[in-house]
C-alpha cells in the first residue's frame, strides 16, 4: 500500500468520502487551515500547554473535514479535480499512472518536506522568518502539487 494511500486511509477517505472531499468548501477550508496549526503551535508563549487544545481541535478538524461537506454537482472545478487527481495518485498501484507524472510528484513531496522541516524548526525556535519560510515553501509547494493532480485527474478521466 502506497503512504498516499495510507495517508487517505488515515482521513477515512474511501469511496464517497473522497466525493465529498471533492467539495470545494471541504477543499478551501481544509487549505486554509495550516496559518492556524501556526498560531496554535505559537501561542504556546503566551497560553503555555492549553495550545494543546487548540491544536487538538485543528487535528480534529482535518480529520473530519473530508465527510462534512456534500458530494459536489459537478466535478468541473480545480479544486475538485485536484482532489480526484490525488485519488487516482494514491490508487496508481492498482491503476497506474503516466509515468510522466511521477518524478515531478516526487520533487514535489521532497519540497513539501522540506518546507515543513524548516516550518518545524522556526516554530520550535519561534524564529518568524523561518516559519513564515518554511509556511510559503509548503503553501507554493502544495499548490503546485495540486497543480499537478489536476493534470493527472485530466489524463486518466476519461
Not at 495517508?7 to 481544509?30: C, E, Q, V, Y
Not at 468541473?76 to 495518485?89: I, P
Not at 518554511?134 to 503546485?144: H, N
Request: proline share 5%.
Amino acid at each position: 500500500m502506497s503512504i498516499e494511500k495510507q495517508i487517505a486511509k488515515s482521513f477515512n477517505l474511501d469511496g464517497d468520502t473522497w466525493m465529498k472531499h471533492a467539495n470545494p468548501w471541504s477543499i478551501w477550508t481544509r487549505f486554509a487551515t495550516l496559518p492556524f496549526i501556526i498560531l496554535a503551535i505559537w501561542s504556546r508563549v503566551w497560553i503555555g500547554w492549553y495550545c494543546v487544545i487548540p491544536i487538538l481541535l485543528l487535528v480534529v478538524w482535518l480529520k473530519i473535514n473530508p465527510t462534512l461537506f456534500k458530494k459536489p454537482k459537478h466535478f468541473k472545478s480545480w479544486g475538485s479535480k485536484s482532489v480526484l487527481g490525488e485519488k487516482y495518485w494514491a490508487e496508481r498501484k492498482s491503476n497506474p499512472v503516466p509515468k510522466h507524472h511521477h518524478l515531478p510528484i516526487q520533487i514535489l513531496t521532497i519540497l513539501q518536506i522540506i518546507g515543513v522541516i524548516i516550518l518545524g524548526y522556526g516554530l520550535w525556535h519561534l524564529d518568524l522568518k523561518l516559519t513564515c519560510l518554511g509556511a510559503i515553501l509548503v503553501y507554493m509547494a502544495k499548490m503546485w502539487f495540486l497543480d499537478r493532480m489536476v493534470w493527472i485527474f485530466e489524463d486518466i478521466k476519461d
